[in-house]
Nanobody, 125 residues
Framework: QVQLVESGGGLVQAGGSLKLSCAAS????????MGWFRQAPGKEREFVAS????????YYGDSVKGRFTISRDNAKITANLHMTSVIPEDTAVYYC??????????????????WGQGIQVTVSS
């Protein structure tokens, strides 16, 4: 069972930057893709970005393209989400997720088998 722990959330002003990190307990065949999702109150969970451990291929949701960057540190088994030019609409609980290679290129939450507890990000206007 892969354990995922998010960190780095908090309050940020519009136009600012924030970095989220997700530490994984291990890498397995079922966790070759790391992803970030977010869920705002009253809305469905939305895909943000994903990255493969091997090769570092990345995939982004349309709403964050050009503003957010996902990266990984293989040695630390950590995936990071660098958020820049944030807007109030980025306010949400952000979830780290892990899935098999099949999850890469997918925006569907059910393709990811492991989830973190979530961390709040609030963007003030």
């Amino acid at each position: 069972q892969v354990q995922l722990v998010e960190s780095g959330g908090g309050l940020v002003q519009a136009g600012g930057s924030l970095k989220l990190s997700c530490a994984a307990s291990e890498r397995t065949a079922d966790s070759r893709v790391m992803g970030w999702f977010r869920q705002a109150p009253g809305k469905e969970r939305e895909f943000v970005a994903s990255i493969t451990w091997s090769g570092g291929s990345t995939y982004y949701g349309d709403s964050v393209k050009g503003r957010f960057t996902i990266s990984r540190d293989n040695a630390k088994i950590t995936a990071n989400l660098h958020m820049t030019s944030v807007i109030p609409e980025d306010t949400a609980v952000y979830y780290c997720a892990a899935g098999s290679l099949r999850a890469y290129g997918s925006t569907r939450a059910n393709e990811f088998g492991f989830w973190g507890q979530g961390i709040q990000v609030t963007v003030s206007s």
